[in-house]
């Protein structure tokens, strides 16, 4: 069974300072995707990271995946209040299979 | 309508009842999926259709019944469901090629069974 461990699972910062969220499993995927859910609504995706050492940025989010495809982080610079939500990352083992999430991380950024 | 749209957006149901919830995607995609998402726990993977064929239930309790008439449309039939089957449950859809492993996500309907 592939397993995605998310640290920290609740994070609480003050608007202006940086953070990092790990992702972190056992098993090798073909491709991680991070999600940011709002509450009562559906996850949106962010990004998708496929080769092992890859980097990814989304304005003030950088995504990196691990060399060896077991994990990622997502570092966030300057937070906003508007990127307070549910982070999630999800792996995935190539074609129709379905997601595997980890439990997500609960950022809040107050002003 | 574009993306993925699921109705009904809330659902309060007793243990009798017999319900359907309802996914539509706008994205021409052709493999579409359930996933049950509870507090404290990691979204979890029902139901996976690919090419309107089941590829995968992951031992789903036979009172949740998906139903894939066309790659656009996807049903979750409910009956006999139990208190602990609350949650919010997402519908999603993906491209099954080369690079077929982005998922997007409906809204979910949040299901509150008494």
């Known amino acids: 069974t592939q397993l995605l461990e998310q640290s920290p699972q609740f994070l609480s910062i003050q608007e202006g300072e940086n953070l990092t969220v790990y992702c972190n499993s056992s098993s090798v995927f073909s491709s991680l995707q991070w999600y940011r859910q709002e509450p009562g609504e559906g996850p949106v995706l962010l990004v998708t990271?496929?080769?092992?050492?890859e980097v990814k940025k989304l304005k003030r989010l950088t995504f990196q995946f691990g060399d060896a495809r077991k994990d990622s982080s997502l570092h966030i610079t300057a937070a906003q209040p508007g990127d307070t939500g549910l982070y999630l990352c999800a792996g995935s083992g190539g074609g129709a299979d379905g997601l595997t999430f980890g439990k997500g991380t609960h950022l809040i950024i107050q002003p | 309508e574009t993306g993925v749209t699921q109705t009904p957006r809330h659902l309060v149901m007793g243990m009798t009842n017999k319900k359907s919830l309802k996914c539509e995607q706008h994205?021409?995609?052709?493999?579409m999926y359930w996933y049950k998402q509870s507090a404290k726990k990691p979204l979890e993977l029902m139901f996976v259709y690919s090419l309107e064929e089941r590829v995968e239930n992951n031992s789903v309790p036979s009172r949740f019944s998906p139903e894939c008439p066309n790659s656009s449309h996807l049903f979750l039939h409910l009956h006999t469901l139990q208190p602990e089957d609350s949650a919010l449950y997402l519908c999603?859809?993906?491209?099954?090629?080369?690079?077929?492993?982005?998922?997007?996500f409906g809204p979910g309907t949040r299901l509150t069974v008494t």
């Open positions: 999603a859809s993906s491209f099954l090629g080369p690079a077929g492993y982005e998922q997007y």
């Open positions: 990271v496929v080769t092992g050492g």
């Open positions: 994205l021409g995609h052709n493999a």
